[in-house]
């Protein structure tokens, strides 16, 4: 049984930066490759955007729009992912979810980030 705790999110205004954080329990942590997804405002709610990646060997992949501005981590000593996120946007508005890649049956609560002034 694989759970995610996402935490970190909050209020932050244009050009801020925030810090996420998912705690992961599965003892495949290590083997599996994580990303981050995003839910916006008003989205159906099965719709869930991937911003970022992370293979099992460290390498990483991010969609367009965060590029620059995303850096996603892993610590596979601690069972954690990280997301840290600068120069934010009110578009990058969301609630935000840690997952495998491909995604599994397994979303968290996910947290909310909001930009804005």
């Known amino acids: 049984q694989v759970q995610v705790v996402e935490s970190g999110g909050g209020l932050v205004q244009p050009g801020g930066s925030l810090r996420l954080s998912c705690e992961v329990s599965?003892?495949?942590?290590?083997?599996?490759?994580w990303g981050w997804y995003r839910r916006a405002p008003g989205a159906p709610g099965a719709q869930r955007e991937l911003?970022?990646?992370?293979?099992?060997?460290?390498?990483?992949e991010y969609v367009d729009s965060v590029k620059g501005r995303f850096t996603i981590s892993r610590d596979n000593a601690k069972n954690t992912v990280a997301l840290h996120m600068t120069n934010l946007k009110p578009e990058d508005t969301a609630l935000y979810y840690c997952?495998?890649?491909?995604?599994?049956?397994?979303w968290g609560q996910g947290t909310q980030v909001t930009v804005s002034s």
């Open positions: 911003v970022a990646q992370i293979t099992n060997s460290g390498a990483t």
């Open positions: 997952n495998t890649i491909p995604f599994g049956d397994w």
């Open positions: 599965t003892a495949m942590f290590r083997i599996w490759y």
